[in-house]
């Protein structure tokens, strides 16, 4: 069956980095986009990068441009979220979710069950 584990989340002083991962199983990984979500403490959830299956295409959220970077190693089964310069608004649970296709549409039908990222002096 379809799993979605990530990892490396924690704890992280404002400005530092943390690379996020999503170790993926029981699917063809290479031809399916997966997209990160995260969801802050009393909010709801919140759309954070996406990456594309055939082109490697990506889209990042207005929030994070030009601090966190998504990319995929299909050889792993593994996508990634880099996280620069963190802010305190960045502290969330992060999902990974997989995509119903290869591009930006499509529902995300499985998800992770989420890593805590912490983001405090």
């Known amino acids: 069956q379809v799993q979605l584990v990530e990892s490396g989340g924690g704890l992280v002083q404002p400005g530092g980095p943390l690379r996020l991962s999503c170790a993926a199983s029981g699917f063809t990984f290479s031809s399916y986009a997966m997209t990160w979500v995260r969801q802050a403490p009393g909010k709801g959830l919140e759309w954070v990068s996406h990456?594309?299956?055939?082109?490697?295409?990506?889209y990042i959220a207005d929030a994070v441009k030009g601090r966190f970077t998504i990319s995929r190693d299909n050889a792993k089964n593994t996508v990634y979220l880099q996280m620069n310069s963190l802010k305190v608004e960045d502290t969330a649970v992060y999902y990974c979710?997989?995509?119903?296709?290869?591009?930006?549409?499509?529902?995300?039908?499985?998800w992770g069950r989420g890593t805590l990222v912490f983001v405090s002096s």
């Open positions: 979710a997989k995509r119903e296709g290869s591009s930006t549409v499509g529902a995300m039908d499985y």
């Open positions: 990456i594309n299956s055939e082109n490697s295409r990506t």
